[in-house]
């Protein structure tokens, strides 16, 4: 299993930015993916999950109305899209998928939300 994140870098508060995580090894089409993130010196919290045929997502309440997960199956890759970027939303991100007993997580895209 390898997912790759890429898309972060540095964006002013109210920006946007869309993340996105390539996938591969696995059936990508079988399976929820999810985004985390974790901040300086906190652990690492749910963002927004997608299920594996995109009809049914979840987000975390303090990213609701502002990220959009989506999928595209075809090309094995899970996108998020960040629009009212708050500094509060710095962090590196990760892609994550459950693929029973083990957890598999990319190696993160920094988001940075600053003026």
């Known amino acids: 299993v390898q997912l790759v994140e890429s898309g972060g870098g540095l964006v002013q508060p109210g920006g946007s930015l869309r993340l996105s995580c390539a996938a591969s090894g696995f059936t990508f089409s079988s399976y929820t993916m999810s985004w985390y993130r974790q901040a300086p010196g906190k652990e690492r919290e749910f963002v927004a999950a997608i299920n594996s045929f995109g009809g049914s997502t979840d987000y975390a309440d303090s990213v609701k109305g502002r990220f959009t997960i989506s999928r595209d199956n075809a090309k094995n890759t899970v996108y998020l899209q960040m629009n009212s970027l708050k500094p509060e939303d710095t962090a590196v991100y990760y892609c994550?998928?459950?693929?029973?007993?083990?957890?598999?997580w990319g190696q993160g895209t920094q988001v940075t939300v600053s003026s």
């Open positions: 994550n998928v459950k693929r029973y007993p083990y957890d598999y």
